[in-house]
């Protein structure tokens, strides 16, 4: 990308009022903060067992205390959620049912919206959709509120057919796709079905276990909403795709084959430069990327390691989220146990890493920052808790507050004020 379309990007984001000062946004006064915990269900994978479904919680915008309000119910106990997405209006919560089959017909996961209480925070489920693919591991929502984007992540095994070939049976396997799914948003704050589905390439790359295929693991919307940006873990490439305002379909995408093995997993867009941020699962890193909007252009910038240069035992990165002040990006490791920081030099979007530190608990799956940026909760999926830390603005450093809650198997967090 050159440096003219990035100034032309920052000037588009200022008319559109969605660059932000130094400072992160205050809670606006008079209102609550609620926060929206997901949970897989138990048993020996994913999808198996009970005890998945969504917890909402109050926040105590002095401490970052939690205390809890509601968790849905037993007909959602089966819910393996895998990920959330609030409207910007404040009033509907989308949620992923990561499994195989919602509907016992091998349709795939599903996305479910539930209606935001305005007045105490709870949630009531209104509708359902198929999510176009198996195992849907990510939810996102347009600025506008009327498009969310679902990466539908596939399974790693196989299935067997058999085919004759000059008359000859032969053995095929066929892997489940990796898919990028659009789904726009009614009137009445639910999803219709998918307008628009990208189909990632069917391919390999280095392990021979996590890789045989595609694996979309995450999808986010750029701050404009005029691109989208999809990690495929499984083939090592980062998918771009043009979203014109209120467009229903996915423009052609441009795949960036990157390093081959470090199975890019999730990314955090920059609130007012064009810079996106990846985390890379199978290598412990985190890649910086320049980007343009407008032709869906990607660019890396630098890769930096979450983890200390002497640990040496299994690591598995997992969430970023860049701080809503734009200084710092933050990435949760699995097996160091830590959330790992690094400062943004935001003229060239290089990284300098800052501090890594324990999320007081283990195999931290999802992270994320109140709108205020004052506090960073950690959810810890093997010790089953949600964990506190205060957020220094201008060091980017964590100290916990000592404000925990049990949630079981926490893998994401997002938050809206009523």
Known sequence: MNDDFSRRDFFALLGAGLVAGTTAPQAQSGKRLFAYVASWTSGPGIGVGNGGGISVFSVAMATGALAPVMRTGQEFDRMNTGYLAVNPNGRFLYATNEVESYDNEYGGG??????????????????????MGVWPAYISIDKAGS??????????????????KNGVPEIEKVWDDGTVAL??????????RASDVAVLDRIQSVDKVTQRSAHAHSVNWDPTSRMVVACDKGCDRVYTYRVADGSRTLAAGKALATEPGIAPRHSSFHPRLPYVFVVNERQSSLSSY?????????????TLPTIPADYTMNNSPADVHVHPNGRFVYSSNRGHNSIAIFRIDEASGRMTPVDIVSTQGATPRGFNFEPGGRFLFAGNQGTGNVVTFAVDGESGKLT???????????????FTMI
């Open 110 to 131: 599903a996305v479910l919206t539930f209606a935001i209480n305005q007045v105490d925070g709870t949630i009531a489920h209104v509708g359902t959709q198929p999510s």
């Open 147 to 164: 498009r969310v984007a679902v990466a539908n992540h596939g399974n790693y095994d196989p299935s067997v057919r058999v085919v004759k």
């Open 183 to 192: 789904l726009p948003v009614k009137a009445d704050g639910t999803v219709e």
């Open 290 to 302: 320049q980007y343009d909007a407008q032709t869906a252009d990607i660019r890396l910038v630098q």
């Open 400 to 414: 916990p507050t000592g404000a925990k809650v049990d949630v079981p198997r926490p893998v994401c967090i997002q």
